[in-house]
Each structure stands twice: as C-alpha cells, then as structure tokens.
C-alpha cells in the first residue's frame, strides 16, 4: 500500500492542470489543481457514487419488503377467514359427539325397557338376547396431539373430530341395523305368538284337574272354556298356518293353527269352520264360528295353548 501511494505521489505529487478550450475563437484558460485538492474531489466524487448506489439497493429492498409484507397480509386475512368459518364447523363436531353419545345411552335405555318386557312376558324370549344391562361409554372425541412447537392449527383439529365422528356414525349405523333387525324378528314372534281373546267373552271352566260334567269324574282340563252364543265368530289369537281343520273326536269341529316358534293353539266345540288345512291365517282373523259339538253340555268355545306340543294354561296369554 505505501509503494503505492508512493507512486501516485511521483506522477501525480505536483497536481493536475485543466485546459478550457471553447468551441469559438476565444482565449484558451487554465486552472492548475493541487494534488490534494484532486485528491478531495475524486474522493468527494466516489462517496457520492457510494452513497447512490446504497440509496438505490435500499429503495429496491424497500419495495420488496413492501411487497412481502402485502402477500403477508393477504395470507393473514384469508386464514383468519378460514378461522372464522372453522370455528362454527369445530364447534358443530363437538355438539354433533355430544349428540351421539345421548343417542348411544337412549338406544341402551331402549334395549333394557326392551329386556325388562321380555322378562316380564315370561313368553317371549328371543335369540337376540343381549344379556346383561351395559353402561355404554359417550362418545369422546380425542384431542390432536401438539408438535414439539405447541403448534395446532383448528384446522387439524377439525379435520381430526371429523374422521372420528365419521367412526362414531359407522359404529351406531350397525348397531342400529342390528337392533331394527331385532325389533323386526321380536316383532314377528309377537305376531306368532298367542296374544288376544278368541272371542270377547269370560272364562267358565278353568285350565287344570276338574270334575268333567259328562264323563262325571276327575280328569285334566287341558285348556279354558270361554263362555259363547251359538254361531259367535272365533278369531285366531296370533298369524299362523292352519294345521288341522276338521272333527276330532271330544272335540267336535276343531281347529288348530301351528304359529311357528313351538307355539300351537286349538278351537274346539264349533259349528262351523271357515279355514282349511294348509291355509295362513292372520291375528284377530275368523277361523270358525262357536258351536255345542263333540262331547259338550252346551255352546261354549274351548280354547287351548300348546308350547312344544305341551299344553300350558291360556290364562297368561288372555291377560290382555
């Protein structure tokens, strides 16, 4: 550095002299400058040069920060937009949990009235028995695990409660089908089942041992007699198919209707028949009209209930 500045001194050290030569005719003028004065000049000339160059690159990063801190603010007004509009739909998915989860407990609710009824009946025992009463478990929904950052957008969040409510609705979906599908087979065997008065009428002679006024001994009543005019019509007490439809010996003209699930029941003493064998026949439909046929004292209706062939007292299924 010093051989240098030596050197500008050797050519430079007495200064510079500038010609003013003008374009017309005229004196030719000169102006000797100092080597310092030069010096200052140049210096004076690169500073400004420095500082307009600086001035230019700050002007240009200016407007780029400008222009990034407007895409910023337009990347913020449309995400607290998409705030704004989440927030109804997040706290939409918690009230839609809630909301299943009081469904979850009143379907439990039903199945137990349903339970208690099917006790209660003593008759009406399904397969699609569930046992025991349950405390079921709400539907919760499971919060978003946070980054390391603590980060947890309400975006993720929502996405998050959706796909598991999306969970919880396949859930009660099946558990729904499979109890319209138990209602559905209960309700069938109620159908089947031996539930309404054959005829509008009172019992006159009860189910078990009794003294039979004509054969004037002891012996097992295996039904009811319902006290009935000549001619009242008979109604089947449950849907079923007409097993037998003819004359029975004591019993006269006798009607019997296989319901299905072990469940018989027999129409004696009658007039008249109006089924067949073979033929089905519906819940409170007329199957025959009431009569004094077979070994009988008078017109009355005998009415019996056979469960696997069994006969079992009527009373419990003429309580209604």
Not at 269 to 292: A, E, F, Y
Request: hydrophobic share 35%; glycine share 8%; charged share 20%.
């Amino acid at each position: 550095m010093h051989k240098i500045i030596k050197y500008i001194k050797q050519k430079c050290g007495k200064g510079f002299t500038f010609l003013v030569v003008p374009n017309s005719t005229g004196a030719v003028r000169s102006c000797a400058i100092p080597f310092s004065a030069a010096l200052l000049i140049f210096g004076i000339i690169v500073f400004n040069i420095y500082i307009f160059v600086g001035y230019t690159t700050q002007l240009v990063k200016i407007h780029q920060y400008r222009h990034e801190i407007s895409v910023k603010n337009k990347q913020i007004s449309k995400l607290e937009k998409e705030q704004r509009e989440i927030q109804p739909t997040l706290k939409r998915s918690y009230q839609i949990a809630a909301e299943l989860s009081r469904l979850k407990i009143e379907r439990e609710k039903l199945l137990s009235s349903w339970r208690a009824i099917q006790q209660k009946s003593g008759r009406t025992n399904t397969t699609t028995s569930r046992g025991v009463v349950l405390r079921p478990r709400p539907y919760t929904i499971t919060p978003v695990e946070q980054s390391p950052s603590g980060i947890k957008t309400e975006l993720i969040e929502l996405q998050n409660n959706l796909k598991q409510l999306d969970e919880f609705i396949k859930i009660e979906q099946e558990l729904q089908r499979e109890l319209l599908s138990d209602f559905i087979a209960y309700e069938t065997k109620l159908d089947h089942t031996p539930s309404i008065w054959p005829v509008s009428s009172f019992i006159i002679s009860g189910f078990g041992t009794r003294f039979h006024p004509v054969y004037h001994r002891y012996i097992n009543h295996t039904g009811v007699d319902l006290n009935a005019r000549y001619g009242t019509a008979v109604k089947a007490a449950a849907d079923g198919v007409v097993e037998f439809s003819g004359y029975q010996s004591g019993y006269g003209y006798t009607v019997i209707v296989n319901h299905g699930y072990g469940y018989k029941t027999l129409y004696a003493h009658n007039s008249k028949l109006l089924v067949t064998k073979g033929q089905k026949v519906t819940k409170g439909q007329k199957i025959c009209l009431s009569g004094n046929s077979g070994v009988s004292t008078g017109p009355h209706l005998h009415y019996e209930v056979r469960i696997n062939n069994v006969p079992v007292n009527p009373v419990m299924f003429l309580k209604n």
